[in-house]
């Protein structure tokens, strides 16, 4: 399953219900752990609340403390609570203005969206200070985990994208030895996927969400995602002004790395 709107029954956990107090709230987002996102009123404030099963890999708690890091520098959602059961753990955070930039308004306008989308990283990029950063997002961590999943049995080259497809394991993770040279190092975001890109309407970038992985690391790290969303997002013919409003020129090399050391992590 890949992550998305909600399709069929879902069981709803209890500390949504809990949390929204007579509220309202709503299932918005289902991802391929078993993660699920709702949208909901909580103390008359719209908000998100992540909630996350036991066993399932995903790490809140340290997604709540990479949100307090960057917060002071960045447009990040706020957050409100945090806390686990036997069943889970969850996250809830304040809402931001704006609408994602896959959302059915910014798909319609692909041109404006990937211009938030560049102008957007490039804000996280140049203001978050790599130098105080205590998260890492390099590319020895990731090669690391790689290579555990490897041991594990865990990598399933059907999921990776078509060009990668052809690739042997053993090449493929051979090829991730030979990385290409850090171009600037910054605090990146870890999932720049269109997304996780909030735009207001009047088309400017208002903020990010989903910071689970955020780290220090190549900026391409980032920039191979977000180019390539757009692909997913909005079709083929988009990568370039994305680049442009970012204010770099396209690097093949770096982006081809980063995409598949995408698909194996």
């Not at 690739?167 to 290409?180: G, K, Q, S, V, Y």
């Amino acid at each position: 399953m890949l992550a998305g709107p909600p399709r069929g029954e879902v069981t709803t956990p209890a500390i949504v219900a809990n949390l929204a107090r007579g509220q309202s709230f709503r299932l918005v987002w289902v991802n391929e752990l078993g993660g699920l996102t709702f949208e909901m009123r909580y103390e008359d404030a719209d908000c998100f609340l992540k909630w996350a099963p036991v066993g399932s890999g995903l790490d809140l708690a340290g997604e709540a403390a990479r949100l307090r890091w960057v917060a002071p520098f960045t447009t990040a959602p706020r957050v409100l609570d945090i806390g686990e059961d036997n069943g889970g753990s969850w996250l809830l955070t304040q809402a931001i203005r704006g609408n994602s930039a896959a959302s059915e308004r910014w798909t319609s306008d692909p041109e404006r969206a990937v211009i938030a989308i560049g102008q957007g990283l490039r804000h996280l990029h140049d203001r978050a200070p790599v130098t105080e950063c205590p998260f890492t997002w390099s590319i020895e961590d990731r090669v690391g985990t790689t290579r555990q999943r490897y041991a594990d049995g865990q990598l399933d080259p059907t999921r990776w994208d078509e060009r990668n497809q052809g690739l042997e394991i053993t090449n493929a993770l051979a090829r991730l030895d030979r990385p290409p040279s850090i171009d600037r190092l910054v605090v990146c975001h870890g999932d720049a996927c269109a997304p996780n890109t909030l735009v207001g309407e009047d088309g400017l970038w208002a903020g990010h969400v989903d910071f689970g992985s955020l780290g220090t690391a190549d900026r391409w790290a980032d920039l191979s995602i977000a180019t390539w969303s757009t692909e997913w997002n909005y079709g083929q013919g988009w990568e370039r002004p994305l680049l442009e409003a970012y204010g770099i020129e396209p690097d093949e090399e770096r982006t081809e790395f980063y995409r598949l050391l995408w698909d194996l992590s």
